[in-house]
């Protein structure tokens, strides 16, 4: 009964840990190293078996790219790419439990404690969820870890002159060194380390199979080399300090609580290395054998891997280590039931197993929100690919500043139709600029790392129309916005600009260089008395106005006159359709004109011509002003007729547009994923944004998005446009003054979107 009990408990748990590795497997989209891996397994299904077999076309071998074409029978290319590390995420729960069940690693007690525990720990690592979720090698490196452990720790349980046992062990040996030799490039460290581990064993125990497993690993090893001609280049190694306390607490961070994103310190990590210390202690006490090979298996990997990047200056991740994970969760495991049995002395021997399980659950829920959140706190590329293509008509151009953008973008772009030219600048802002100079219009994206150089602050001189956190994605159209409400606005981008400028009211200040077009020249004056000449040529501007009521259109302005002037008559129309014509009367008038809903469309085009424009210098040799002037403009507005209140729209939200996303938010299920959500936003707010209002989202979450574009923006620029935005008003001078000193102490914008959502003053707007 209690075999079938531990059956069913293992299966129980391989069960939870298969759904923390196969839910929602295929949201995120594949990112920048994914995607590479992908097409090089693409192009290999082309070529000859004997091509795998003696040229990697890249730092990883043909096993790792057999896995990857495992998964091919799905559709999603997120499925297909992750789901043999799926499989290997399992496989090590199962390999890892059953081979310290069987090596009876632990203890003389028959109670299985160490084995459930461990399996559970495994099943629930964050560290362990998240490559078990992604498309690298790094899930069949933590299997072969797992499985070279539960090799060697049965080889020292087994008799040594059962020669059965003894062939069986061999022949494991060569399996599992050969698919450790041809997975990837990275198992160099897990080979030599291993090679030590079982040399340090045959010290030890001067069992034959020792000698022979750290010989064939050793040489194993010493090909990788030689197979992987193509290894990592160099890269940044600056702040790479392997021997510092920052190190060792990211490194115990992200083997019990989290995995990549180790910004919060969580204390349960330290218990756990407490835990895994007493483990060791406790193993090599019982089984000085046993003790050194998990042991090795913790710290060797370690050591061997940060060698390894050192010596390369290779950039430093947790990915590179996590091979000694599996061995370094046992130990936990070993110290939880060490513990368990000096306090339980005496009680009976299911009490044991089940308090184990029970702490190392406490172990798992601190680890909960990483294990969670973290494998979707990936750019999803998918929809950055679709909203482009939605939103682009035939030929767009789209340039990526880098390579990053650009191998992203055409992967998710390849599987749409074909509608945009895709081009990368090389973070080159010469070219970039080449490519804006010689078409129009063009999507700029922008996104991972950059080398020092100009390029961000080229792109920064248009304006952001999508971001994200993610890679610092940012996408900014070109020529401006003119451009992009005439000829590229979708029907839910135009549902929110409605919704955003219930009335339009311009007091044609700079503030409403936004929606004019051609025949003006800049604004003057200031406060009440700021105007704006109008010239030879008609002028233009955009007008927002709801098709679905009627409006007012609202003219004022003066004629440019003087003594014997001839009169000065104005044509106006919308949309090309006349609304009138006629004689300005001198001084300032305001001159209204009453439009049904027929002649509106959402987005309209205004058009002013008049009758003549004298420069004053030629009336007036001592005039400095050779501008050629025809009539002077202080207000346009639009207003639904019959509103009770006319609200002015604020000026900063013209430079706060973002396109509207098809179908989910670029951060819908990734970067918030499992978090608790909070109220649904008012339509006021999503319009405010640009997002259609007709959707359901939180508050919190949307509001934070005012963030994510504003790395072009100094920190004034940015609370003006955050309280405009979010509480829908101008910013105090206290509110100033409070945010601005947060921001030079190190408060992210993030942070301060967060505090405005949660103000009094934004609540009350909630209910």
């Known amino acids: 009964m209690r075999r079938i009990a531990e059956v069913l408990l293992l299966a129980a748990i391989v069960i939870f ?20 891996d992908y097409d090089v397994a693409t192009k290999l299904t082309h070529e000859p078996l004997w091509r795998w077999l003696t040229g990697f076309a890249s730092e990883h071998g043909p096993l790792f790219f057999a896995t990857e074409l495992a998964g091919r029978f ?24 059953v081979g310290c069940r069987v090596s009876g690693v632990g203890s003389r007690n028959e109670d299985g404690a160490e084995s459930a525990t461990f399996a559970l720990l ?29 090799l060697l720790l049965t080889s020292h349980t087994a008799r040594p002159r059962d020669r059965e046992t003894a062939r069986a062990g061999f022949a494991a040996t060569a399996l599992l060194l050969l698919l450790t030799l041809f997975a990837t490039s990275g198992a160099a460290p897990l080979l030599a380390a291993t090679a030590l581990t079982a040399a340090i064993a045959f010290l030890l125990d001067r069992r034959r199979f020792f000698a022979i497993y750290a010989i064939a690993a050793l040489v194993s090893a010493a090909l990788v080399p030689l197979l992987y001609r193509r290894m990592p280049g160099n890269a940044a190694a600056a702040g790479f300090r392997p021997l510092s306390a920052r190190f060792f607490q990211r490194l115990l961070q992200s083997f019990s609580i989290g995995a990549v994103d180790v910004t919060t310190i969580h204390r ?17 006490l019982h089984d000085r054998v046993r003790g050194a090979i998990v042991i090795g298996m913790a710290v060797l990997p370690i050591a061997m891997s940060v060698a390894a990047l050192w010596r390369l200056r290779h950039w430093y991740a947790v990915r590179y280590v996590a091979t000694a994970l599996p061995a370094y969760l046992l130990l936990a495991a070993i110290g939880i039931a060490t513990l368990l049995r000096l306090v339980l002395r005496g009680r009976t021997a299911i009490a044991v197993p089940l308090v184990a399980l029970v702490a190392a659950g406490f172990i798992i829920r601190e680890g909960w929100p990483s294990a969670r959140t973290e494998p979707y706190r990936k750019l999803n590329w998918r929809v950055i690919a679709a909203t482009i293509h939605e939103h682009a008509h035939a030929r767009d151009a789209v340039v990526t500043t880098n390579d990053w953008s650009y191998v992203c973008l055409d992967f998710y772009l390849r599987q749409l139709p074909p509608r945009v030219r895709l081009i990368s600048a090389g973070e080159s802002s010469s070219r970039a600029a080449s490519v804006v100079a010689h078409n129009e219009p063009v999507w700029i994206v922008s996104a991972g ?7 961000g602050d080229w792109s920064c001189q248009y304006p952001v129309v999508l971001a994200s956190p993610l890679e610092s994605f940012r996408l900014s159209y070109a020529p401006g916005l003119r ?6 606005l979708t029907a839910a981008d135009t549902r929110a600009l409605v919704a955003r400028f219930p009335s339009q009211v311009m007091h044609l200040g700079s503030e409403s260089d936004f929606f004019l077009g051609g025949g003006w020249y800049g604004s003057e004056g200031t406060g ?3 105007a704006r000449w109008a010239g030879p040529e008609p002028a233009s501007a955009l007008l927002v106005a709801s098709s679905a009521v009627d409006h007012r259109l609202l003219i004022r302005m003066m004629p440019f006159e003087y003594r014997g002037s001839a009169p000065q008559i104005a044509s106006i129309s919308l949309n090309a359709a006349p609304l009138g014509r006629f004689t300005l009367a001198s001084g300032w008038h305001d001159y209204p004109f009453d439009v049904p809903r027929t002649k509106w469309r959402d987005v309209n085009y205004l058009t002013i011509s008049f009758s003549r424009a004298e420069a004053p210098s030629s009336l007036d040799p001592a005039s400095p002003d050779h501008r050629a002037l025809a009539a002077r403009f202080s207000l346009i507005a639009v207003t639904p007729l019959n509103a009770p209140k006319i609200v002015e729209s604020l000026p900063e ?12 938010f670029l951060e819908e299920n990734a970067w918030w994923h499992g978090r608790r959500r909070g109220a649904p936003a008012p339509p006021a707010l999503l319009a405010r944004i640009g997002v259609d209002p007709s959707r359901r989202v939180a508050a919190n979450d949307i509001a934070e998005t005012v963030a994510y574009d504003s790395n072009c923006l100094n920190d004034s620029d940015f609370l003006h446009i955050a309280y405009a935005t979010i509480l829908n008003r101008p910013i105090d001078a206290a509110g100033e003054r409070y945010f601005a000193a947060a921001l030079k102490k190190k408060e992210t914008r993030v942070g301060v979107a967060r505090a405005l959502v949660e103000s009094a003053e934004f609540k009350k707007t909630m209910r």
């Open 17 to 36: 840990g298969a759904v923390l590795r196969f839910g929602g497997i295929a949201v995120p989209s594949l990112w920048l190293d994914e995607i590479l």
């Open 653 to 664: 939200l013209t430079r706060a547009f973002r396109i509207n996303e098809p179908k989910e």
């Open 122 to 150: 495994l099943a629930g690592s964050p560290l362990a969820i998240y490559y078990s979720r992604e498309a690298r090698p790094y899930a069949l490196l933590i299997l072969l870890s797992t499985a070279m452990l539960a």
């Open 483 to 488: 451009h992009l409400l005439l000829n590229r």
């Open 528 to 530: 009440d008395e700021v």
């Open 449 to 455: 790392f950059h080398r020092p150089g100009d390029i």
């Open 268 to 284: 349960a990590a330290y218990v756990v290395a407490a835990l895994a210390l007493i483990g060791a202690v406790a193993l090599v």
């Open 74 to 97: 799905a559709h999603a290319p997120e499925l297909a790419a992750r789901f043999a590390p799926g499989v290997f995420g399992v496989l090590a729960i199962v390999i890892g439990a």
